[in-house]
């Protein structure tokens, strides 16, 4: 049982490149959520999801955008990468009932 | 902003003593969640207190509940090296599937 799974560990992004970044979960969990992380500002909730298909923002919504084509899988992606998008990313999951998440390693992203 | 602020924002002890975090919170919430985090690692959920309890117990970890102060403590007993990591609250104020709002962690060293 993996639980939640995400790809790539690490990527380095020139300025205006794009990226995609992959979280997929195996516990059938109906709510998926992407953070970042920054030095001494805690977890930030960029997007989330309720359901297949369905998606909303979070706190720091701006240059991302986000999909959920299937249960299992959320992805999260930068059109054009800025130096202030360099940070830890991280994917949740959560199940029905009360809202305890699921975290992936994480994903450190550095935009030169 | 976040709602949860984490006190101390770095604690450093023996390994033996006991380490207590606090978290305070804003606005009225239907539970609180405790999480670890290791070194370059996702979080991990530990324990989960709900508004109508005042304290709760698993393994080494203590948690209390004030709702009238909106504030929590984490309380790990007899300290052991491998407990150093980060540790966060956060807080649900909605039904299943709302978000989570994490503090900005309480850094935690147990020496040897």
């Known amino acids: 049982n993996a639980g939640v799974t995400q790809t790539p560990k690490f990527r380095v992004l020139k300025t205006g490149q794009s990226m995609t970044l992959l979280c997929a979960q195996d516990m059938n969990h109906e709510y998926m959520y992407w953070y970042r992380q920054d030095p001494g500002m805690g977890l930030r909730l960029i997007h989330y999801?309720?359901?297949?298909?369905?998606?909303a923002k979070g706190e720091v919504p701006d240059g991302y955008n986000v999909s959920r084509l299937k249960k299992q899988n959320f992805l999260l992606g930068l059109e054009s990468a800025a130096p202030s998008q360099t940070s830890v990313y991280f994917c949740?999951?959560?199940?029905?009932?009360?809202?305890?998440?699921?975290f992936g390693a994480g994903t450190r992203l550095s935009v030169l | 902003s976040q709602q949860g602020e984490e006190d101390p924002q770095a604690l450093s002890i023996q390994e033996g003593e006991n380490a207590t975090m606090n978290c305070s919170y804003k606005t009225s919430i239907n539970n609180l969640q405790w999480y670890r985090q290791n070194s370059g690692r996702g979080l991990v959920h530990l324990i989960l207190?709900?508004?109508?309890?005042r304290e709760k117990h698993s393994g080494r970890l203590r948690v209390t509940l004030d709702t009238s102060k909106k504030s929590s403590s984490l309380l790990i007993t007899a300290s052991r090296a491998a407990d150093t990591a980060s540790y966060f609250c956060?807080?649900?104020?909605?039904?299943?599937?709302?978000?989570?709002?994490f503090g900005e962690g309480t850094q935690l060293t147990v020496n040897p």
């Open positions: 949740a999951s959560s199940g029905a009932g009360v809202n305890i998440q699921y």
């Open positions: 999801s309720v359901g297949e298909g369905t998606t």
């Open positions: 207190i709900r508004s109508n309890e």
């Open positions: 956060a807080t649900d104020g909605g039904s299943s599937g709302s978000r989570l709002t």
